[in-house]
């Protein structure tokens, strides 16, 4: 089930995300001491600071597994673990997930499964780095490592976050469009977060510095 071998020097993106930071002094390196968890509605910036993190502190990705489709730019076993909806189903009758029902697993037209060995090898005092599917997820994983893990969630303005997935998606229909804005705009109980980034006019650097600064 598990694929979390990858190292930076193998991550195609990791040189890309590595030059956006290259005036960063490296003695920060001794700053990331928790794992991260990092959520946000789409195109809010997680993946942007997933990226700058996992680059920049040489961190193991700990990858959501996911029935979505690959998108450009993406590293099947870095960014997500790809599988297929029996192969996911499998996972989740093994108890694989933190998810309590296949109905949780399931949003925006897709399963999303996070692995409970997420728990176990932060436990063990490993530090990892990986984007939660969804706020409940988190909060879950707060509880159950508390100051061991920083959650840090991600906002950007409906403007912003449309031009963005307007880029990244210029096929997307204004219908689709739409509905994956408005969806990330509902409201969200995110009591017990350690830190709140709005990406709207950050760059990759400016984000990376804020989650830093708090670590």
């Known amino acids: 089930m598990e694929n979390y071998s990858h190292q930076c020097g193998r991550i195609s993106w ?3 995300y590595s030059g956006l930071l290259t005036e960063i002094p ?6 990331m001491k928790k794992s ?9 910036g997680k993946t942007t600071l997933f990226r700058c993190l996992v680059a920049f502190f040489n961190l193991k990705p700990s990858p959501t597994h996911t029935t979505r489709n690959i998108r450009d730019g993406e590293i099947d076993g870095v960014d997500n673990i790809f599988l297929s909806v ?4 499998s996972n989740f009758l093994k108890s694989c997930y933190i998810q309590d029902s296949m109905e949780s697993s ?49 906002t950007a303005n409906k403007q912003i976050r449309e031009e963005r997935l307007s880029r990244r998606n210029p096929e997307m229909s204004k219908s689709e469009l739409d509905l994956r804005i408005d969806r990330g705009g509902l409201p969200v109980d995110i009591e017990g977060h350690d830190l709140l980034i709005d990406s ?16």
């Open 14 to 16: 990791a040189e890309e």
């Open 26 to 31: 490296k003695n920060l390196r001794s700053k």
């Open 36 to 44: 991260v968890i990092i959520t946000g509605p789409s195109v809010s």
């Open 86 to 89: 029996e192969e996911f189903k």
């Open 106 to 154: 399931y949003f925006g037209g897709a399963y999303y499964g996070c692995p409970r060995s997420w728990i176990s090898e932060i436990k063990k005092g490993g530090i990892n780095c990986f984007v939660s599917p969804t706020v409940k997820i988190a909060k879950e994983l707060k509880e159950a490592l508390g100051d061991r893990i920083i959650w840090i969630h991600m």
């Open 200 to 215: 709207s006019y950050l760059s990759a650097k400016d984000i990376f510095l804020k989650a830093v600064d708090n670590f």
